[in-house]
């Protein structure tokens, strides 16, 4: 496999590199077990520094597609078809890096007071109009392009759904998946997520974590045709879907025509040099609704969530539940379309994942100290 770097081209070299090196994998021209290049050999074979290739080495162990061996190199551990869950955390063996979901996003409030001021002078009495019934286009908009650039998620503004709040939609998927059904949950996990699907009369089937994600024979034993995972840091465990898993949950969905939906409350603020791959631009758009919220980025007071779905299951939300208004001012929408416009948002995300990448290594040597 020759790989070709682009150093004109706006996509960073080690991200070109490290994009070749899963699509390699993904093909299978690097099974399972078998040794990457060295590094040496893929930076003369790429045309790109030893450092270039040990960033993109390191975003392919962090996503779990290989791993690296002392003195040995790098062995690929990603399977496309026979992952197998790994022995289980108990609960009192849960990663250190597991964080509560109620932290607040620690957002400046000098740029959030000048944003409303400026929201407040822009729009003036347009601000007491009753938004559409799905949210306010300009913020539509606005997170269309930023999941484009952030997420890798191509889609339409009348694919997403504002709401108030995370447990808010779960209350519209309850409705839209129809009550009375099945639907698989990550445990241990978030309490409220299963609060409200069987408060609207849904059962849950739970499925156990084991570290990588949901055990695979859980997921063949579930008769359920839905289910609910957060890819990235589920809470309460801390645990994160490996690449193999994420792959098997989009294959699991298409097999049973079902659908996942992928909880991503905390997703941006990962301290991986890229951004975690989303189960929806993976599934390329089909099979898989996206919740997020802005209540762990910005602070918690901010109950403003977002759904994107699937383009079939947004012609039928429009059927059946597009008579529900708006649960979200226009005011604090057009604030979050501003933050995201100017990049006020961006560069919060930034400077949190700097600081938790230096945190991430100050804490072992403070431990090694003691």
């Not at 059962?203 to 957060?230: F, M, N, P, Q």
């Not at 645990?239 to 909880?263: C, F, N, P, T």
Request: charged letters at 20%; glycine letters at 8%; a positive charge.
């Amino acid at each position: 496999m020759t790989f070709a770097v682009n150093k004109a081209g706006s996509t960073p070299a080690y991200l070109q590199l490290y994009q070749q090196c899963v699509q390699s994998i993904i093909q299978g021209l690097y099974p399972y077990g078998s040794k990457l290049p060295s590094k040496r050999t893929l930076a003369a074979d790429s045309g790109v520094s030893v450092i270039t290739v040990e960033h993109a080495l390191a975003l392919l162990c962090e996503e779990g597609y290989v791993e690296s061996r002392e003195r040995s190199g790098c062995f690929v551990i990603y399977r496309s078809s026979d992952f197998q869950g790994l022995p289980g955390l108990g609960a009192g063996n849960l990663p250190a890096r597991s964080l509560s979901p109620h932290t607040a996003g620690d957002f400046p409030f000098s740029v959030l007071a000048r944003t409303m001021r400026r929201v407040l002078a822009d729009y003036g009495e347009q601000l007491l109009v009753k938004p559409p019934n799905s949210g306010c286009p300009e913020l539509q908009q606005e997170l269309c392009a930023y999941l484009a650039r952030s997420r890798g998620l191509l889609i339409q503004p009348d694919q997403i759904i504002i709401g108030a709040g995370a447990e808010y939609l779960y209350g519209l998927v309850a409705q839209l998946i129809g009550r009375d059904g099945l639907i698989a949950l990550e445990h241990p996990g978030y309490e409220k997520i299963h609060l409200v699907y069987e408060a609207m009369g849904i059962r849950c089937d739970y499925l156990k974590l084991h570290k990588g994600g949901i055990a695979t024979e859980a997921l063949e034993r579930t008769s359920a045709r839905i289910l609910h995972v957060t890819p990235f840091n589920s809470y309460p465990s801390g645990i994160s879907a490996d690449a193999s898993k994420k792959r098997e949950y989009i294959r699991w969905a298409r097999e049973r025509e079902g659908y996942l939906i992928e909880d991503n409350y905390e997703s941006e603020l990962t301290v991986s040099q890229k951004q975690e791959d989303s189960l929806f631009a993976l599934a390329g758009g089909e099979r898989v609704i996206y919740l997020n919220s802005f209540s762990k980025t910005i602070a918690p007071s901010i109950r403003v969530g977002y759904m994107v779905l699937p383009r079939e299951l947004a012609e039928l939300y429009c059927q059946r539940l597009g008579f529900y208004s708006c649960t979200v001012p226009a005011f604090e929408q057009y604030l979050l379309a501003s933050l995201l416009r100017n990049g006020d948002y961006e560069r919060h995300i930034n400077r949190v994942r700097r600081q938790r990448r230096k945190n991430r290594k100050i804490i072992p040597a403070r431990d090694n100290n003691r």
